[in-house]
């Protein structure tokens, strides 16, 4: 599975972007997804995604509330859309895949297999 990340850029404190990831190589039913961030300093961390064979998303506290993850099957992609973003959100963000997950490593970067390049989001105050 190749993933590729887009829609990163430049935002206000208060404002919105849309990430987009799109996978080629193989149909993304039956996978984990999930994206993450990276801050600078700071070690990776999920934002939120989809555990494989489940249709409600699982979100992060930090995140909860202003993000909202989607997935379109059919057309392999996943996407993140960002609200009421803040100058914390500024980071590197990463879309994921796997397969074969336990819940309680949603949130650890070592558990998915395939990365996207990543797209960066700067949140200015």
């Known amino acids: 599975v190749q993933l590729q990340a887009s829609g990163g850029g430049l935002v206000q404190a208060g404002g919105s972007l849309g990430l987009s990831c799109a996978a080629s190589g193989r149909t993304l039913r039956g996978y984990t997804l999930a994206w993450f961030r990276q801050a600078t300093g700071k070690e990776r961390e999920v934002v939120g995604g989809?555990?494989?064979?489940?249709?409600?998303?699982f979100y992060s506290d930090s995140v909860r509330g202003r993000f909202t993850v989607s997935k379109d099957n059919a057309k392999s992609t996943l996407s993140l859309q960002m609200n009421s973003l803040q100058p914390e959100d500024t980071a590197v963000y990463y879309c994921a895949a796997t397969s074969g997950i336990i819940s309680s490593n949603l949130g650890v970067p070592s558990s998915y297999h395939y990365w996207g390049q990543g797209t960066l989001v700067t949140v200015s105050s």
């Open positions: 989809f555990k494989w064979a489940n249709s409600n998303p």
